[in-house]
């Protein structure tokens, strides 16, 4: 009796190992904020990894307002952030540290403002939106951005 119970803990303890090799490790992701602490709104935002030639997709469906955050996981590594508001052109930061299950802060006024000749060649004009809601969207990238006051 003594061994088949022996035999059952091993067979046990045998079956969490298969699984947890099979499984691999949880995606140990980082969040980025983005958060707009300037206006007028921004109408455009891109996020990218520090080594990619292009900045992907916009990130916004509609303006995010002064004082409004947009959050990202992504992750952990360097990135790179740009924004773009209707009025007064676009800013960048290169560079941002985001660690595994931390959050990775970022303000608008703190990145750098560009001349309209600098810039990795950010995407599209974007129109408002009907509604006027703020929208969450993952692009075609697969980032999802999270707006929220």
């Given amino acids: 009796m003594k061994i088949s119970v022996l035999m059952s803990w091993i067979g046990l303890i045998l079956m969490a190992l298969a699984s947890s090799w ?87 006024s703190s990145m750098r403002d560009l001349d309209a000749e600098e810039g990795k060649g950010a995407g599209e004009e974007t129109g408002e939106s009907s509604s006027g809601a703020l929208a969450v969207t993952g692009g075609e990238d697969g980032y999802a951005c999270s707006i929220m006051q």
């Fill in 22 to 108: 099979l499984t691999g490790c949880p995606p140990q992701s980082g969040m980025l904020q983005v958060i707009n602490d300037i206006d007028p709104p921004l109408v455009e935002l891109y996020i990218t990894t520090a080594a990619a030639e292009d900045w992907g997709s916009n990130l916004l469906d509609s303006p995010l307002p002064k004082d409004w955050l947009c959050e990202i996981e992504v992750e952990p590594g360097l990135w790179d952030i740009f924004s773009l508001n209707a009025e007064s052109g676009g800013r960048m930061i290169t560079g941002v540290k985001v660690d595994p299950h931390k959050t990775q802060s970022v303000y608008v």
